[in-house]
Structure formats: C-alpha cells, structure tokens
C-alpha cells in the first residue's frame, strides 16, 4: 500500500537544524495536547499514537514534510516576486514574459475546462499549479526534498481541492439544488429507484476524490524518487553522479505532469458542480478526466 509506503527517510540538514532549536518546545506542546487526544481515542481501537505516527520525539517534533512544504510557500512566493519583477509593456524582461506565458496557459485551460465564467476561480487553480510545481520540482534541489512525496502532504491537498469545489457548487446552486444534481437528470416517476442508485454512485465518486487526487499525486511522485535512488546505488559514487544528471529531464517532465494532472482534474471537478445543465454529460466521465486518472 502506497499509504503506508514512505518509510524511513534521511532528514535534510534544514530539517535537523529546525527541530534542534524548535523541536523541544513543539514536542512539550504534542506531549501536552495531540499526544493524549489521540491516545484517547485509539485506546478504543485497542492501539496507540506510536503504533501509528512512529515514536513521538524532539528530532521528529516538526515533521519534514511540513518544513518542506512551508519552504515551498515561501520559494513561490518569492519566485513570483523575482520573475514579475518592475512590469512594463515596452520592455518586459525575460521574467515577466515567462510569467506572462504561464499565466496565460493556465487562463486558456482555466476557461477551456470550466468555461468562460470559470475565469473567476483562476487565483485557486493557479495557486494549486504553482504550488504544486514547486513542491514537486524541490526534490530535485540538492538539501531538499519534494513534500508531495509525502502522502500527508498530497492528502491535505486533495482535501483542499475537495472542500473549494464543494463550497463552490453550494454557493452557486444553493444547498438543496447541489444535493439535488447528484440524483442526475430528472426521470419518469416510476424510474426513482433509478434515481436513488444515481445519487448513491454519484455521493460515493465525490466523496473518494480527495483520496484519488491524493493517493495518484504522491504515488507518483514517490515511486519517481524511489525509482531514482535506487538506481543511483547501483554502482556508487558513478551512479550517484551521472545517473541524477540523466534522469533530471524525467523528472521535470514528471512535476509538470503531475502538477497539470491535479490542477486539471480539480478544474473538472469544478466545471461539474457549476453546470447548469445537469443531464447526462455531467454524470459521465469526461475525456479530460478519463486522460488525467491516467496520467
């Protein structure tokens, strides 16, 4: 099972150096909060938090994925800072028109996938892209490891994207009007039991998206780490040395892919719960999701 499949991972210096000074406070604080809730609650299961989580320790107090993924806040920011730089129409710099390219291939997908009223959930969809991208692309950055190769990571974004989807249909249908188009089209009186098995095969897809755009990121993601370490230490140091350099192209190419893959299949996600035309076309698999799962 990939969900239990990260396994134990050499912490980057920046990790180490984080939980020496911050470790110990952040660990009295889980010791004194998390630590006995979630004892609590798996005592009922006949388990405990360290069976699990792993053992609770000061080295382990911030995990890496979380510094990683604040890291990678921060890089995107920063990035889009850089590359935006002083904008002018007369002369734009090699930055802003690289960012320009960007954001207009993610504006023609955005009104492509959802429409042209979509335009307005841009900023989300660009968010996920870049972030994403940037996530992805920090395991090939030397002292850095990619946080969506960790499935906590890949989870919560799959759970994000599922909250902003869901929010969106309730907000542009109303609360019953969202329930009511997971029954699909409206049909004959004598056909509800058609209808009830609709709504329940309906319910059950939406309900196990976050789990598909989480588990298909990380999985990914982390047998394309995996795939390279092992074949770095088939002859070291040769391998460790010649073999990232030629597998570097791959694996940008797998950070794009990847990235377009969650960031399309949330744009559909999307154009699902803001049709207005609920017949049959919004209850069957599009060719882009069909594409996108498998990606």
Not at 65 to 85: N, P, S
Not at 262 to 267: I, K, Q, V
Not at 277 to 289: C, F, K, Q
Request: aromatic content about 12%.
């Amino acid at each position: 099972m990939f969900l239990f499949a990260e396994g134990e991972k050499q912490l980057p210096l920046i990790v180490q150096f984080i939980n020496h000074y911050l470790g110990e406070p952040v660990h009295n604080i889980q010791m004194a909060t998390t630590h006995k809730w979630w004892t609590a609650i798996f005592a009922k299961f006949g388990t405990t938090p360290e069976t699990l989580f792993g053992e609770y320790t000061v080295e382990n107090a911030i995990p890496w994925y979380t510094i990683m993924f604040v890291i990678a806040c921060i890089v995107t920011i920063i990035l889009i800072r850089i590359f935006k730089g002083k904008l002018s129409e007369d002369d734009p710099t090699h930055g802003q028109l690289t960012l320009e390219a960007g954001y207009l291939a993610i504006k023609d997908l955005v009104v492509n996938v959802i429409g042209e009223d979509g335009f307005k959930y841009f900023p989300v969809v660009a968010t996920f892209a870049v972030l994403i991208l940037i996530s992805n692309l920090m395991g090939m950055v030397p002292l850095f490891q990619a946080p969506t190769g960790s499935v906590n990571v890949t989870f919560a974004l799959g759970i994000t994207s599922f909250v902003y989807f869901n929010y969106i249909g309730i907000k542009e249908n109303g609360l019953l009007g969202y329930i009511a188009h997971f029954a699909g089209p409206k049909l004959p009186i004598y056909m509800i039991p058609i209808t009830g098995l609709i709504f329940l095969i309906e319910i059950v897809s939406t309900s196990i998206r976050p789990l598909t755009l989480g588990v298909r990121l990380f999985a990914n993601m982390f047998a394309d780490e995996q795939l390279s370490t092992q074949i770095a230490g088939l002859a070291p140091p040769y391998t460790q040395i010649l073999v990232p350099v030629v597998l570097m192209p791959l694996g940008v190419f797998v950070a794009f892919v990847q990235t377009l893959v969650f960031t399309l299949l949330s744009m559909i996600y999307i154009s699902l719960v803001v049709s207005h035309d609920h017949g049959h076309e919004e209850h069957s698999e599009s060719p882009g999701e069909t594409a996108a799962a498998h990606a």
